[in-house]
């Protein structure tokens, strides 16, 4: 793995690993500076145990990169700067103040952090925690100043970590679609949207791109088989979908994960958020809307037809409007095996189950269906968005796609 | 050239995005700026532990939404009317604007309560009351 995607792999899986620490630090309870202290530690061996990670042979530690390569990704960073400023509101979109930064005030108050679980009006307080934890981990270590920017901060952190860890993975293979890649994330206003609208989406698309990066790694090294797991977890512990993306995640892999002498890295990657996530649900005592609302009547919605067509359409538009660069890389990916006379590879069947089951799940809506398509349809298609463009660019770069272990 | 400065621009792009982002919203004021400035002379008049009862009169939804994410960590609910601590916002359209303090309390439903705090910008008058 290069140099740059594991300090990438190692910030994000820190975040992860604050959010579990101060969630749990919270409801021990542990005084502050301990678990600042617990935090700082864990970090500093997290990124000590992926950095010296030993990758491919080849790949040294000192790497150059050509100038045209970091002249590129420069301007690419410029021009995300400037569109994902052009987008971003004061307080981020509705779900953040309502829900995401809004759960993160109370996790930054060390008493009566749990009112968080009362708000059963009009709020979500079974969603996982592991956004609003690190905000309400920098509101409180900054005395509650700054409330406007720390969340900000936070956006930008994942939603040019996303692009840059495509570049970082692409740019030794072919450095034309490591930079064409990264122009696509730079100029596009909606993937830049949805990032700086503080929701949790862009940290559930960048856990799920991490795995991906990191299963592909594990020929290398079996501690990328952990970080993957870890990432998984990660997914779990930010969102509750990121539960099924874990889930199937794992289930296309299960030959790997769950391999006798494999199994320990799963567990050792799992083992932290999925505890954390477990201790959370116990505490919330509520059930996710969704879960609760499957009743008799959930079986004439299977059957409706015209539920079908109207998710199919609604999927369809956000598709050409919103995604169209997937849309066309999908394209020119299905040409491509009907030329090669292959069947599509498990990574991308394992992102259209992801999204067939994610449009499965508005079949069985007790909301109004076009009102829960239109909140959310195309933030579910924007997690999955990064992992599609990996393995599309996989595909384009002329890199064979296999379980990565098979050889090993 | 040296691939850590990829990681050196990624850096630089997130700080400066944060200080363009703090320069430009600097001047920003939307509603629920216009909440905080209106709710923050109520926070002293509420103990720590205090659950809150929002009485909307005839305001938007979000009313509850941004009422509530200015008083995290308190609890505040708009169904139940088992709290003692009210907070009441109401449009001033709705109300005679020549109105006394009083007979607004009265038509918003806090008759013989303890008026805490009481607040008014362009918009909604806020009062905070409790039984005793």
């Known amino acids: ?408 | 050239m040296k691939s850590r400065y990829i990681l050196i621009i990624l850096l630089v792009s997130i700080a400066a995005a944060t200080l363009l982002f703090g320069k430009k919203m600097h001047g920003v004021d939307d509603n629920m700026d216009k909440m905080e400035r209106a709710l923050t002379g109520a926070k002293p008049f509420i103990a720590a532990g205090t659950n809150l009862q929002l009485r909307n009169i005839k305001g938007k939804n979000e009313l509850h939404f941004w009422a509530r994410y200015q008083f995290t960590p308190h609890y505040m609910s708009y169904k139940t009317t088992e709290y003692d601590t009210v907070l009441t916002i109401c449009p001033i359209l709705a109300m005679m604007p020549i109105m006394a303090v009083d007979s607004i309390l009265k038509a918003t439903g806090n008759r013989d309560k303890k008026l805490l705090w009481q607040n008014k910008d362009e918009e909604y008058y806020y009062f905070l009351t409790c039984t005793h």
């Open chain 1, 1 to 408: 793995m290069e140099q740059n995607s594991k300090y990438i792999i190692a910030t994000m899986l820190s975040v992860g690993l604050l959010s579990c620490i101060y969630f749990l630090s919270l409801l021990l309870p542990v005084p502050f500076m301990v678990s600042i202290l617990v935090i700082l530690v864990s970090i500093f061996f997290l990124f000590k145990f992926i950095i010296t990670t030993k990758t491919a042979a080849g790949q040294s530690a000192e790497q150059q990169l050509p100038w045209q390569a970091v002249l590129g990704f420069g301007l690419c960073a410029a021009l995300l700067v400037k569109n994902a400023l052009g987008v971003a509101e004061k307080h981020g979109g509705w779900d953040a103040w309502a829900i995401w930064n809004f759960h993160a005030g109370y996790l930054s108050e060390p008493v009566y952090w749990k009112n968080l679980f009362r708000n059963i009006e009009s709020d979500h307080p079974d969603y996982p925690l592991c956004l609003p934890s690190v905000i309400g981990f920098f509101y409180r270590l900054c005395a509650h100043h700054f409330t406007i920017i720390i969340p900000f901060a936070f956006s930008m952190l994942v939603t040019v970590s996303i692009p840059a860890l495509l570049f970082s993975e692409f740019i030794r293979k072919n450095m034309v679609v490591a930079l064409f890649i990264t122009f696509l994330f730079a100029q596009d206003k909606v993937f830049l949207g949805f990032g700086v609208a503080e929701y949790a989406d862009s940290l559930l698309a960048l856990f799920l791109l991490g795995a991906f990066v990191c299963i592909d790694h594990a020929i290398e090294n079996k501690r990328y088989l952990l970080l993957s797991a870890a990432c998984l977890g990660g997914c779990i512990w930010t969102k509750n979908e990121g539960a099924i993306l874990a889930g199937l995640f794992l289930l296309f892999n299960a030959r790997i994960f769950f391999q006798l002498k494999n199994i320990r890295y799963t567990i050792g990657g799992l083992a932290l958020p999925v505890i954390t996530l477990v201790i959370f649900k116990m505490n919330a005592h509520v059930q996710n809307d969704m879960v609760n609302s499957l009743n008799k009547e959930t079986i004439n919605l299977i059957l409706d037809i015209e539920r079908y067509k109207t998710i199919w359409h609604s999927f369809t538009d956000n598709l050409n409007q919103k995604f169209y660069y997937v849309k066309i890389g999908v394209y020119i990916y299905l040409i491509l095996l009907l030329i090669e006379k292959k069947w599509p590879d498990w990574q991308m069947l394992l992102v259209f189950t992801c999204l067939l089951v994610y449009n499965l799940i508005y079949v069985v809506t007790t909301h109004g269906l076009e009102w829960h398509l239109q909140t959310s349809q195309d933030r579910l298609m924007h997690q999955l968005m990064p992992a599609m463009v990996y393995i599309l660019a996989k595909k384009l770069a002329g890199i064979r796609v296999s379980y990565p272990l098979e050889q090993a």
